[in-house]
């Protein structure tokens, strides 16, 4: 399988980047994945995209990419590719809705980053079957706008009784930090973690991307 993990700042750029890329490299070795990391938005067109399973994304802001190169992306992964989006993911293409509403919402704060409690919804799907019912973790909480549970499919969320409520930015309080869904023929993902470097090097986090990278690949799931 050929992976191709994206890691461009066209804003803030996180310090955990070269952490990630090295681990999916690691992860690539594990098992068996052919895995190519860039900061190059070169690679998103139709001729070289093609040639991949899963394509991950951990950027921010509007990259410098065309029209072409967007409608790639979504065929991509409306022809049946996987697609993987970490952490900042959310944080990427503001002027593109298309793109928020592949990917399942948008970036809207981080009220939070401390140690918080988050409960797996979902302790049978392959991205989280290794974190239990419910594990902490210290990490910095996004919070999401045009994001709705109903779209699409909760695999954890925030325990609300670890944080301080009156920080947060949702009526609902419904603060999700990973989820999936299809989208066309093809798989989306998304996990919210990822923002401390330490995380990167911890065997049950890249467990979890590498549980993601499977279901979107449909390998497994």
Known sequence: MNILFLRHS???EHTY???AEVAFKRLGREYGWNVRTTHQCAWLNPDRIRNFQVLAFATTGNLPVTDEQKQAL???VRNGGGFVGIHNATDTFYDWPEYGEMLGGY??????HQEVGVIVEDPDHPATRMLGKRFTVVDEI???RNWDRSKTHVLMRL??????????????HDYALGWCHTYGKGRVIYTA??????????SWFLTHIAGCIKWAAGLEG
């Open 17 to 19: 980047l070269p952490d």
């Open 10 to 12: 066209a804003g803030f």
């Open 74 to 76: 979504l065929d991509f």
């Open 142 to 144: 996004y919070t999401f």
């Open 107 to 112: 970036f809207n704060g981080h009220p939070w």
């Open 159 to 172: 325990d609300n009784d670890t944080v301080d409520l009156s920080k947060g930015n949702r009526e609902d």
């Open 193 to 202: 973690l990822g923002h401390p470097d330490e995380l990167w090097h911890t």
